[in-house]
Structure formats: structure tokens, C-alpha cells
């Protein structure tokens, strides 16, 4: 599915957290905001920043622990409007998604962009 950016979007993460599956993870807070965007969670792993991963993303193993169920990254898309991109999975309020114009792979926001019919 097609998309074209509405709002321009940065991201303010330079350095994303990442991790393949099976990684173990340090689980913080639960995001508290926008009611699209629920079901993310503060994680660390491996001497890394913490970054924002899906809570579908993780086994809980006990107290602010967990495993990552598949590989991850929290890679953020720096986009303008008109800017075309193609959908890959949507998540708890953001798409991950590919740019048309260079291949580059990263999140955004879904209010941030309109499906192209």
C-alpha cells in the first residue's frame, strides 16, 4: 500500500535502539500520550539508548524484563510532504514503511501520512 507524507516528520532519536530476535530486553515505562499510539514501551538492550518498542515485539519474562519475539529497529523516517512511501506493517499508530524515492526503511507516524487509492 502507497502512502504520501501530509506533514513534515524528524526524528529525535540520532541513535535508535535495535536488536534481533531473542535479545534480551529491559523494560521501562508504558508510553502515556496519544490514544493511536499506545502499546509501546522503554526498553534497553545490549549498552544501548533506550528506545520505543512495540509491546507485540516482546516475551515478558518477569519484572522490566523481556525477550524480543523478532528483530527490531526503532529507525525513524526523516520525511517531507509529498514524499511517497510504501507500507509495510502498521504498529500501535505508526507504519513501518519504505521510501520510494531512496529505499530507505524507518517508521513514521499514520497521521503523518495519507493512503494513496
Known sequence: MNYVVIENHRSEYPRPIHFV?????????RYQ??????????CSCGGQQAGWVPGQLIERLGVGEGRAL?????HELDVDPGQVMVGLRP???WL???SQRNGELGWLPLDKLRRLD
Open 96 to 98: 513501518w514503511c519504505r
Open 33 to 42: 500520550g496519544e490514544h493511536d499510539c499506545q502499546d509501546w514501551y522503554l
Open 70 to 74: 523478532e528483530s527490531y529497529s526503532a
Open 91 to 93: 504498529l500501535n499508530g
Open 21 to 29: 530476535r531473542g535479545a534480551l530486553l529491559q523494560i521501562g515505562q
